[in-house]
């Protein structure tokens, strides 16, 4: 499953971080168009950090809504269905500033070396 092999990642990306230390939170900006259902992250974290070393490591997921900029009216604004429009003007000379993100914002380890 995609989420599962995403929370996979993750969970590496915050182990070699922490470097033996526990984590307590993990943070993560997805974007809109990454596809990805925050609740669904969630459920597979739990299930792929359950028993291992991030037992009880939290995973805070934001969803980061897809902007466009248009280069005709100068608008900057949110996409709601996926089509890159001007909300504005109804341009399609549009770039995307945001929404393709999947970034691990940052990461929480405990002081001590458990
Ligand atoms: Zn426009």
Redesign the pocket.
Known sequence: MHELSICSAIAQTAMDHAGGRAVRRVRLRVGHFRQVVPDTLTYCWDLQTRGGPLDGCALDVEHVPAVVV?R????STGLTHPILV?G????RE?DLVSGEEFLIESIDVAEEVS
């Open positions: 248009c005709t009216c100068g608008a001007c504005a003007c109804q341009s549009v």
